[in-house]
């Protein structure tokens, strides 16, 4: 079986079917992953759910009894956390592709 295409979903149907027992070739181009782990869903999110945390805990003084404060402290370790976690999910499709 040729799956065509080396990004998530390319990589579920190639393990699915190496799983059931079909050799399988996958072809892909550009970084391992594709777009969403790459550049697309994971870093995006990640960046989407620090941004929420500091909205979130800025309008918590809107309600009596709360207080707190968040503010970005250091931006280059939360970019760097973000590509350490594409990097680690980089890591695990390619553990996963030595199934194939």
Do not use: Y
Not at 70 to 83: I, N, P, T, Y
């Amino acid at each position: 079986m040729a799956v065509i295409g080396a990004g998530s979903a390319g990589f579920s149907a190639a393990i699915a079917a190496a799983d059931l027992g079909a050799k399988v070739a996958l072809v892909g181009h550009g970084t391992i992953g594709g777009t969403c782990v790459n550049v697309g869903c994971v870093p995006s999110k990640t960046l989407i759910r620090a941004a929420e945390a500091v909205h979130g805990g800025l309008a918590a003084a809107r309600f009596p009894g709360l207080g707190g404060a968040v503010q970005m402290d250091d931006w280059s370790v939360l970019a760097a956390s973000k590509d350490d976690l594409v990097t680690t999910l980089r890591q695990k499709i390619c553990r996963s592709a030595a199934r194939l």
